[in-house]
């Protein structure tokens, strides 16, 4: 038993020296001395003669706990239940470190690849353990070759003169454990010739080696072996967020650039990769405003952004998210808006930009993995419309400057008005001149705004409904005339991309008085169920608009129609906003001019040009009420009467029809599933979005396949319908043993997709589609 524990030491140094001259750093020792602790019980488990089912039980826990050791993920995770998971994390470590070291440039960091390092620490255990249980077994051979191999593997991974080093140090392990076990019960004195004879046979192969006649490439050139699909070819997205207006064309296919795990509830959020602050009277570009480079660490706190908010520095405001990169070109750390902490994972040097963002020297790599925090608040319109105009000290000037150096006065400032009008008279800067126009209708449709919020939600609401300014999103936009600002032209022609949304929105806010500027990153991408996290294209790309509220930071606002949803009550696009919120009461004829809504104006005044609401609140007030009053008071009970009598039945009528409509419209959408039949219930989902496209106005063949269909929605309106797509044609043509929980996801996605549909249709396009009777024919 003591050779084999000799023997057993011997291994697990020589195997820790050798692997370990792979990575850059020092060797943990913690962690070292964790995994050969753990591979030392099966070494005893053997040496005390126990049964071969004990050694192997044993084996396999110190495999599981020496794994979880490697991937810092614990063994008591290997249990059922969601949120728990132990042979994922591992298996999946396991595989990218393979993967990872076709593409990683020897020595390696262990901060840029962790699964690497797992593997290494995986390494040092399994070949200790193998020539402790060998050598306790009294093989001395079959130790001594399994020690050569743990010590000469990684040899030959390395360039240089290290192939020669290892070789002779795995040749002199190999050697001592022969001779240890031929001594059987010798003084270890009696061995001296011997060593000496191997030390001086290891020397004349290591100097042999050496020489020109003898030394040779290496034998097997493992790294041209493919033992794996690589990973799909980074690609850049920056042309996004280059601002040259030129137009959009996405590939057919689509490369998955990253993935994102958030804890907590599912929630939307755009991914943001940098922003842009400055215009130049054509484009939007970053400030490059970035601080002097930083080695890199390990954790980088940027909670100290004097213009993020005090709530936003309380951890238990902190979103959490877990980001793996799979196919993206760029250097921006990217995550939810107003990051306040990184855990990089790299070991490259960093900047610091505006509002806790972090470019890196080197550009993000395939599989790198990374965390953040991020202060991505829940607000309501009334706390925005409370926020006021205090701005603080350190928020940059520019930030009120609509082109370089000319700087307005701020939302509500007294005669704002006439130094605007001053300033256009008396301006000889054509870059201003061509931009009098946006500034007029920028002004026109926030004169009513009480507040910079409000401001902020006419002009979203204006750009993305199509009966409020009557904008279009196209990709392919028309050709920009001569000589005329980008932006400029977008507000005649009407039609662009979030490029052009983003753009106008932010600089005429700015024209306003309120601090606004331009984002651009990601939209959230396509939730996955099974994975429970969200998976980004570089279809993703996206463009929006960041508006600073005291006490509340950046907030993002979306004006580009189709395009995305943010996960805020604040925002126009949330299906729980509500245009009567008291952050905005006071502006009913221009939010109702921008969302469209003529008829708003027309529920909320009366002839005399005051309000309803307001009349109803001083009848309460002076007791005149229909339950209040003078009770002598007489009333008028002439033909008005009546006319009030025909009105309420017509009312009813109306209002019976529409109810009847509906009634029947749900009674046909439960026929459509009442089947236990899966392959039924898989058509009831396909007629079920068709008629709901009938009944946008949408037309869809029955010729259409599930993939065209899926293709038609993504044209009309910019959703994306894969999740649909793919679960439901799994339900219709899969095996019939997997239709069953294929259905049930099928119908979770269409569910999913209406939800989604109706969030991008807004309110006048789905009060149309309900009372259409389209999809009862469908």
């Known amino acids: ?22 990575e850059q750093r020092d060797v943990p020792l913690g962690a070292v001395l964790a995994v050969i602790a753990i591979a030392l019980l099966p070494t005893l488990a053997v040496g005390l003669g126990r049964r071969r089912a004990v050694v192997a039980g044993v084996l396999v826990l110190a495999t599981v706990f020496a794994a979880g050791v490697a991937w810092g993920v614990s063994p008591l995770e290997a249990r059922p239940g969601s949120g728990h998971d132990f042979f994922g994390p591992v298996l999946g470590g396991a595989r990218d470190g393979l993967q990872d070291f076709y593409d990683a440039t020897l020595p390696f960091d262990r901060v840029d690849y962790p699964t690497m390092h797992g593997l290494v620490l995986l390494a040092v255990f399994g070949f200790s353990a193998l020539v402790g249980m060998l050598a306790a077994a009294r093989r001395p051979v079959a130790a001594g070759l399994a020690l050569l191999v743990g010590v000469g593997w990684p040899a030959t991974l390395l360039p240089g003169d ?56 290496a034998f097997l050139r493992w790294q041209q072996w493919d033992l794996y ?31 994102v795990q958030v804890d907590g509830p599912r929630r939307p959020l755009y991914w943001r990769a940098t922003v842009l602050e400055d215009y130049n009277g054509g484009n939007w570009n970053e400030t490059g405003d970035l601080s002097e480079p930083n080695a890199s660490r390990e954790q980088i706190e940027v909670a100290d952004d004097p213009l993020l908010p005090g709530v936003g520095r309380r951890k238990g405001n902190w979103v959490k998210q877990e980001i793996s990169i799979q196919a993206l070109r760029d250097n921006h750390l990217i995550a939810s808006a107003q990051p306040v902490r990184w855990r990089p994972g790299t070991s490259s040097d960093y900047q610091r930009g505006p509002s806790g963002s972090v470019v890196l020297e080197q550009t993000l790599r395939q599989g790198q993995k990374y965390t953040a925090w991020s202060y991505a608040p829940k607000v309501r319109p009334t706390q925005l419309g409370d926020a006021g105009t205090a701005y603080p000290d350190e928020l940059d000037p520019r930030y009120f400057e609509p082109l370089s150096g000319i700087q307005v006065p701020e939302f509500g400032v007294d005669g ?73 032209a977008f507000l005649k022609d009407k039609r662009g991309y979030c490029q052009h949304y983003a ?41 929006w608009v960041e508006v600073y509220f005291p006490g509340r930071g950046w907030l993002a606002f979306d004006p580009t129609p189709g395009r995305g949803n943010l996960d805020a009550e604040y925002s126009t696009t949330a299906a729980a906003f509500n245009p009567g919120d008291g952050a905005i009461a006071g502006l009913p004829g221009a939010f109702a001019a921008a969302l469209g809504l003529q008829y708003y104006e027309n529920l909320t005044s009366d002839d005399s040009g005051g309000t309803i609401r307001n009349r109803r609140n001083e009848a309460r007030a002076t007791g005149q009420g229909s339950r209040g009053g003078d009770p002598n008071a007489t009333t008028d009970e002439s033909g008005d009467g009546d006319a009030a009598a025909l009105l309420r039945l017509v009312g009813l009528l ?21 089947s236990k039949d899966p392959r039924r219930i898989a058509s009831g989902c396909r007629s079920d979005l068709v008629g709901y496209l009938a009944d946008q106005g949408v037309e869809a063949p029955s010729s259409l396949t599930l993939s065209e269909l899926g293709e038609l929605v993504e044209s009309e309106f910019a959703v994306d319908s894969d999740p649909y797509v793919h679960s439901l044609s799994e339900a219709r043509f899969g095996p019939p043993a997997e239709s069953g929980p294929a259905i049930r996801r099928a119908r979770r996605e269409l569910r999913l997709l209406r939800r989604e549909l109706g969030r991008q249709l807004g309110f006048g396009r789905r009060l149309r589609g309900s009372l259409s009777a389209r999809s009862l024919t469908s």
């Open 1 to 22: 038993m003591a050779r084999a524990l000799i023997a057993f030491g011997l291994a697990a140094v020589l195997t820790t020296v050798s692997w370990f001259g792979l």
């Open 162 to 217: 290290s192939p020669l080093f290892a070789g002779a140090l795995a040749l002199a392990g190999m050697l001592f454990i022969l001779f240890l076990f031929r001594a059987r019960g010798r003084n270890l004195c009696g061995l001296a010739p011997a060593l000496v004879a191997g030390g001086l046979l290891v020397l004349a192969a290591v100097g042999a080696s050496s020489t020109e006649a003898v030394a040779k490439g």
């Open 229 to 259: 699909d690589r990973p799909d070819k980074a690609v850049s997205v920056s042309y996004v967020w280059t601002s040259n207006y030129g137009g959009l064309r996405f590939p057919k296919k689509k490369t998955v650039v990253m993935r």
């Open 416 to 488: 704002r008005d006439q130094f605007m009008n001053a300033l256009f008279a008396t301006t000889n800067d054509s870059f201003l001149q061509a931009h009098r126009g946006l500034y007029q209708t920028a002004a026109s449709l926030t004169r009513e705004s009480p507040t910079p919020y409000a401001a902020a939600a006419v002009l979203e609401a204006w750009f993305r409904n199509e009966d409020g300014g009557g904008f279009t999103y196209d990709e392919t936009p028309p050709q920009l005339p001569f000589g005329e600002p980008p932006l400029v």
């Open 503 to 543: 753009g106008a929105m932010a600089l005429m806010l700015r024209f306003v008085g309120v601090p606004a500027r331009v984002a651009a990153g990601f939209t959230s991408g396509r939730w996955d169920s099974d994975r429970h996290e969200w998976t980004v294209t570089h279809h993703n790309p996206h463009m």
């Open 654 to 674: 109306v209002g019976g029809g529409f109810l009847l409509l509906v009634a029947a419209k749900m009674a046909r959408r439960q026929l459509r599933f009442a």
